[in-house]
């Protein structure tokens, strides 16, 4: 079953990503081709369930941010006694997650900032590859702080700034003075962030880098990830191909001829005290 709560489409996304209803529509456009484009979400994603596995039974689990439900499903394998929610803002994510999933999984189409779930009532909250998309991570921090039971435990995965930093370097040659890679929060900003609002959190980065056989590989795959440019400032025109020959000449290439793209990993756990335990 999905459930439609209102969601504020207008809202601004701080750092140029964009309107909430573009980051919405971008990624229900690509909701068919993610699942075989999402190398590096199903890296980072298959860490937090590999660190969660074991540790404690939840009867309640929140895929936040779930998109065509890869996660949500394994996460139903992982915990089969619990309860379990894919919640996303893309209406075309939902349908296409909902498809051919076990019925006894529910679909939620909601805002992270503001998810319409009573306090106190998620085991397990798992999100992975989404608050960087957000202009507030901190409400969706404080979101997830509401809705977790005491005990219950959060694994969150984002990218930092760096992130692509070889495909950003290149426009930079190729388009001076003109955005072409979504901007990411510095490290430093983060890890701050996530310590003012749950403190005692463990917090790890890692830089992944994955290989392509072209710069315009890696454009089809961000493109068919629905994670292409979504500031403000990008050109709202078709960007001419002379400047993604430019971009191509000036990324950097292996003496084999391929090409790598590094991101900024940054995956996050907390577990939320007990009453009787207090807050450390």
């Known amino acids: 079953m999905t459930i ?4 504020e489409p207008t809202s601004p996304v701080e750092g140029g990503t964009g309107s909430k209803q573009s980051i919405a529509r971008g990624f229900g456009g690509a909701s068919g081709t993610y699942d075989n484009a999402s190398r590096l979400q199903k890296v980072m994603g298959d860490a937090m369930c590999a660190e969660l596995a074991g540790a404690f039974a939840p009867r309640s689990v929140l895929d936040l941010g779930c998109g065509t439900g890869w996660f949500t499903r394994k996460l139903l394998e992982q915990y089969p006694d619990a309860t379990v929610t894919g919640a996303d803002l893309s209406p075309g994510m939902l349908v296409r997650a909902s498809g051919g999933s076990p019925e006894s999984i529910s679909w939620l189409q909601a805002d992270a900032e503001q998810l319409p779930l009573a306090d106190s009532s998620v085991d397990l909250i798992f999100s992975n590859l989404m608050i960087q998309w957000s202009a507030r991570p901190e409400k969706i921090l404080r979101e997830c702080l509401r809705i977790l039971r005491p005990g219950g435990r959060l694994a969150i995965s984002t990218l930092l700034d760096g ?4 495909l950003k370097q290149a426009w930079a040659e190729a388009d001076p003075g003109r955005a072409h890679v979504n901007r ?4 430093a900003q983060w890890q701050g962030l996530v310590k003012s609002v ?3 959190a463990a917090q790890v980065t890692e830089t992944i880098v994955l290989p392509y056989r072209s710069p315009m590989h890696l454009n089809r795959e961000l493109k068919e990830l629905g994670a292409v440019f979504k500031g403000e400032e990008r050109r ?4 001419a191909p002379g400047r993604f020959r430019s971009m191509c000449r000036a990324y950097p290439t ?8 590094s991101y900024l990993a940054g995956w996050i756990y907390w577990r939320k005290w007990l009453p009787e335990e207090g807050q450390r």
Request: aromatic share 8%.
């Open 184 to 187: 990411f929060v510095p490290e």
């Open 198 to 200: 749950m403190p005692g």
């Open 254 to 261: 292996h003496s084999d001829g391929l090409v790598s793209a």
């Open 4 to 7: 439609y709560t209102r969601i």
């Open 163 to 166: 992130t692509l930093s070889e």
């Open 236 to 239: 709202r025109t078709v960007t």
